[in-house]
């Protein structure tokens, strides 16, 4: 049956100076353009849309001084010309206004460029009023209803299609039956009335055949984008979780056997084979030698009893576990030295698994079962705050599903060794990072002093992993890690599970707030908060706090 291995603190100890410094003031490097990045499809073809919009623009510029400096060589009709330089005239002007207007992207509106296209509508027809219905002229008209149905709107590029067939043909009829009088350059004179219409419904099939094709055409776009985002997705976070098993394999791989101390006896107990080993510690199967009750006994590991600092905090673990009581956190049967002065824990030997084994096993947790991890897990944490403790250490490792009598099953707080009680006047880590890159707090990752706060933003973290079945950081190394949990924020948990509420977004967004006071004072409030948004009824107080967080620090808007 698979056991706890409480001493497994995968603890990373590096000098503040290795995270790497932000650039600009605040670390809020890349919190604009986490903004203005494309996160989804329809996002990333408006991007798209701005910068063919200019170069349309541009373009029919040019088309408009070409056709100004054509009028001065041609005949005509004169009448018809003055109308041709008026429609130019107009048109120029409401274009050189856009382009001076979407210099800045944000200012883009599909209404307003819907406006500019009927300008540009009126000053193409008067061109073809000019040159002829029956001229190449029409060919302009083409190009727009192409141009106007690659949008967004598909509201808005029906009108601008159904706007151009009426005209067109309510000039072509008006033109057969005589109610207008074609001044065209070239004229229909010697067509049927019936040619001409057949002529004229050709040129409504091409009218047709533009808008339907731009049409299909972005929608395969949409479509093929949306299909590359989910395939990125899943490699994204196939990566991120062969990451995390990478990491327990190498946990794994280093236990199992003989240690150092089986066989030999410590206190009341006599250690058997070695189950788990951390950045300090060992942890032995151990028994009672009177008893026969299973414990599992913790020892400093030998390179570890040459530092004092470490000797020294591994006697703090044992001094903040023996001070705990909670059902929540493993509880300490005895504290002692062996005969060459070593120091070890005994604790209760917990049978089950941690919470790294549920996730590789499932990868996510329903979102009611994060909301009891989070309660249960609270608990312990509480226990701790009130007794003076901060963990520091929160992670899926040190969260353990253990099977309690009745076939209940408890979740439990392990490892303490890396906490900080908060009536000690210093710290042995000063000036050090201390803790698990992809679960600790940004104030913790600076090296800076750390409340209760720290924990609740791992816990928040850990709610995030079981979630959306990936952690919120995951780097290439160690400081790039710890520079993504200061200065960035990760993906939003709803894009990468689509089946959570919104709300989930926000509760999460207060969890990972970057300052402590910006998150939730205890884990009732982070559990009580959950499990509203997953119902989707979070209440008002919570939904405004959490948009002064978002504008400060967005979600990651990369994959």
Same mark, same amino acid.
């Given at each position: 049956? #698979?056991?706890?291995?409480?001493?497994?603190?995968?603890?990373?100890?590096?000098?503040?100076?290795?995270?790497?410094?932000?650039r600009?003031?605040g670390?809020?490097?890349?919190?604009?353009?986490m903004?203005?990045?494309? *996160?989804?499809?329809?996002? $990333?073809?408006?991007?798209?849309?701005?910068?063919?919009?200019?170069?349309?623009?541009?373009? &029919?510029?040019?088309?408009?001084?070409?056709?100004?400096?054509a009028?001065?060589?041609?005949?005509?009709?004169?009448?018809?010309?003055?109308?041709?330089?008026?429609? &130019?005239?107009?048109a120029?002007?409401?274009?050189?206004?856009?382009?001076?207007? @979407?210099?800045?992207?944000?200012?883009? +509106?599909?209404?307003k460029?819907?406006?500019?296209?009927?300008?540009?509508?009126?000053?193409?027809?008067?061109?073809?009023?000019?040159w002829?219905?029956?001229?190449?002229?029409?060919a302009?008209?083409l190009?727009? @209803?192409?141009?106007?149905?690659?949008?967004?709107?598909?509201?808005?590029?029906?009108?601008?299609?159904?706007?151009c067939?009426?005209?067109?043909a309510?000039? *072509?009829?008006?033109?057969?039956?005589?109610?207008?009088?074609? /001044?065209?350059?070239?004229?229909?004179?010697?067509?049927?009335?019936?040619?001409q219409?057949?002529?004229?419904?050709?040129?409504?099939?091409?009218?047709? &055949?533009?808008?339907l094709?731009?049409?299909?055409?972005r929608?395969?776009?949409?479509? $093929?984008?949306?299909?590359?985002?989910?395939?990125?997705?899943a490699?994204?976070?196939?990566?991120?979780?062969?990451?995390?098993?990478?990491?327990?394999?190498?946990?794994a791989?280093?236990?199992?056997?003989?240690?150092r101390? *089986?066989?030999?006896?410590?206190?009341?107990?006599?250690?058997?084979?070695?189950?788990g080993?951390?950045?300090?510690?060992?942890?032995?199967?151990?028994?009672?030698?009177?008893?026969?009750?299973?414990?599992?006994?913790?020892?400093?590991?030998?390179?570890?009893?040459?530092?004092?600092?470490?000797?020294?905090?591994?006697?703090?673990?044992?001094?903040?576990?023996?001070?705990? /009581?909670?059902?929540?956190?493993? +509880?300490?049967?005895?504290?002692g030295r062996t005969?060459?002065?070593?120091?070890y824990?005994?604790m209760?030997?917990?049978?089950?698994?941690?919470?790294?084994?549920?996730?590789?096993?499932?990868?996510?947790?329903?979102?009611?079962?994060?909301?009891?991890?989070?309660r249960?897990?609270?608990?312990?944490?509480?226990?701790?705050?009130?007794a003076?403790?901060?963990?520091?250490?929160?992670?899926?490792?040190?969260?353990?599903l253990?099977?309690?009598?009745?076939?209940?099953?408890l979740?439990k707080?392990?490892?303490f060794?890396?906490?900080?009680? *908060?009536?000690?006047?210093g710290?042995?880590?000063?000036?050090?990072?201390?803790?698990? #890159?992809?679960?600790?707090? #940004?104030?913790?990752?600076?090296?800076?002093?750390?409340?209760?706060?720290?924990?609740?933003?791992?816990?928040?973290?850990?709610?995030?992993?079981?979630?959306t079945?990936?952690?919120?950081?995951?780097?290439?190394d160690? #400081?790039?890690?710890?520079?993504?949990?200061?200065?960035?924020m990760?993906?939003?948990?709803?894009?990468?599970?689509?089946?959570?509420?919104?709300d989930?977004?926000?509760?999460?967004? @207060?969890?990972?707030?970057?300052?402590?006071?910006?998150?939730?004072?205890?884990?009732?409030?982070?559990?009580?908060?959950?499990?509203?948004?997953?119902?989707?009824?979070?209440?008002?107080?919570?939904?405004?706090?959490?948009?002064?967080?978002? +504008?400060?620090?967005?979600?990651?808007?990369?994959?």
């Open positions: 049956m #698979p056991v706890a291995t409480p001493a497994g603190h995968s603890v990373h100890n590096l000098p503040t100076q290795s995270l790497p410094a932000a600009g003031a670390g809020s490097t890349d919190e604009t353009s903004r203005t990045t494309a *996160s989804t499809p329809v996002e $990333a073809l408006r991007t798209d849309e701005v910068e063919r919009t200019r170069i349309f623009l541009k373009t &029919c510029m040019l088309i408009v001084v070409s056709v100004v400096v009028l001065q060589l041609l005949r005509g009709d004169p009448m018809a010309k003055k109308a041709v330089d008026a429609g &130019c005239a107009v120029a002007l409401t274009m050189m206004g856009l382009l001076w207007h @979407i210099r800045d992207p944000d200012n883009y +509106s599909v209404h460029v819907t406006l500019v296209g009927y300008s540009l509508l009126v000053c193409a027809y008067t061109g073809v009023y000019y002829g219905i029956y001229s190449p002229a029409p302009i008209i190009m727009g @209803i192409y141009f106007f149905s690659l949008g967004g709107s598909g509201l808005a590029s029906a009108a601008i299609y159904i706007t067939a009426l005209v067109q309510g000039l *072509s009829l008006a033109m057969v039956t005589g109610l207008l009088t074609d /001044r065209g350059m070239i004229q229909a004179s010697e067509m049927t009335a019936r040619e219409l057949i002529t004229q419904l050709v040129v409504q099939m091409l009218f047709a &055949c533009a808008f094709i731009a049409r299909a055409s929608k395969a776009t949409v479509d $093929a984008i949306e299909q590359l985002e989910r395939a990125v997705r490699v994204s976070a196939r990566e991120a979780l062969l990451l995390e098993a990478r990491q327990d394999l190498d946990r791989l280093q236990i199992g056997g003989p240690g101390f *089986s066989e030999q006896r410590l206190g009341s107990f006599v250690l058997g084979n070695l189950i080993r951390g950045g300090m510690g060992e942890v032995y199967d151990a028994r009672h030698a009177e008893t026969g009750e299973p414990v599992a006994v913790k020892l400093l590991h030998p390179h570890a009893l040459g530092n004092p600092d470490h000797v020294a905090r591994f006697v703090r673990e044992t001094e903040a576990a023996a001070a705990l /009581r909670s059902p929540h956190v493993v +509880s300490v049967l005895e504290v005969d060459g002065e070593v120091p824990l005994a209760e030997r917990l049978r089950g698994n941690d919470l790294a084994f549920h996730l590789r096993r499932r990868r996510k947790l329903g979102p009611n079962k994060v909301v009891e991890l989070l249960q897990v609270g608990e312990g944490l509480e226990a701790a705050r009130a003076g403790i901060v963990h520091r250490d929160v992670k899926p490792q040190n969260l353990f253990a099977e309690a009598e009745g076939g209940r099953s979740w707080v392990l490892d060794g890396v906490s900080k009680l *908060s009536d000690h006047g710290t042995l880590t000063k000036g050090h990072v201390v803790g698990t #890159p992809g679960y600790m707090a #940004p104030e913790q990752a600076q090296g800076k002093p750390v409340d209760h706060r720290a924990d609740l933003y791992a816990l928040a973290a850990i709610a995030y992993r079981a979630l079945g990936r952690p919120p950081f995951t780097g290439k160690v #400081p790039t890690t710890l520079y993504d949990v200061v200065y960035k990760p993906k939003q948990p709803s894009e990468l599970a689509q089946h959570l509420h919104g989930v977004d926000l509760v999460l967004a @207060i969890g990972l707030a970057k300052k402590p006071g910006n998150r939730f004072d205890n884990s009732r409030e982070l559990a009580d908060a959950l499990a509203d948004a997953v119902r989707g009824e979070l209440a008002d107080e919570l939904r405004h706090r959490v948009g002064a967080l978002l +504008s400060s620090h967005w979600w990651n808007t990369r994959l």
